[in-house]
């Protein structure tokens, strides 16, 4: 061992025949990863189930049309995204921007079924949409007397 001022002197150029051997690493081999293939029907299909079992008020058809405008448009919700947070702060919840778009695109649509739904329970739709159970639990606790 070196002692002194020895043990601290470093070593800024060592002759190619004086360096030691380079540590070899171990490796590992990375496998592309293949995801399962899906087809587009039945991610909307499983969608659809998971946004009737949040309770749910749209057909099926009406909720394919929805998510198909919820995926092309990207300002949707933009004219609506002030009212959506207002109740989403009284509320006590955070919203999603796909929420946050679906509530736009939902409040925008005046010929539908959805049409003569109140602001919260547009809102509540566009939870359910977006899969956001907690949320949905909480938004409707806030608004007992909409919801009844």
Known sequence: M????EAFKQVLYQ???ERPEP????????LPFEKKSENKEEKIDQ????????GGALSQKEYQ???RRAATETSAGS??????????RTAGISLSSEAVGIYGILRDTQ????SGLSDQ?????????AGDGSSLTAFIKKFPNIFK
């Open 47 to 54: 969608g659809y189930k998971a946004y009737e079992a949040l």
């Open 2 to 5: 070196k002692q002194g001022f």
């Open 121 to 129: 329970k547009l809102l509540a739709e566009a939870l359910r949409f």
């Open 111 to 114: 010929d539908k079924s959805y």
């Open 65 to 67: 049309e929805v998510m």
């Open 79 to 88: 004219k609506w995204s002030s009212y959506a947070h207002s109740y989403a």
């Open 23 to 30: 540590k070899k690493k171990k490796g590992a081999i990375i």
């Open 15 to 17: 002759p190619e025949e």
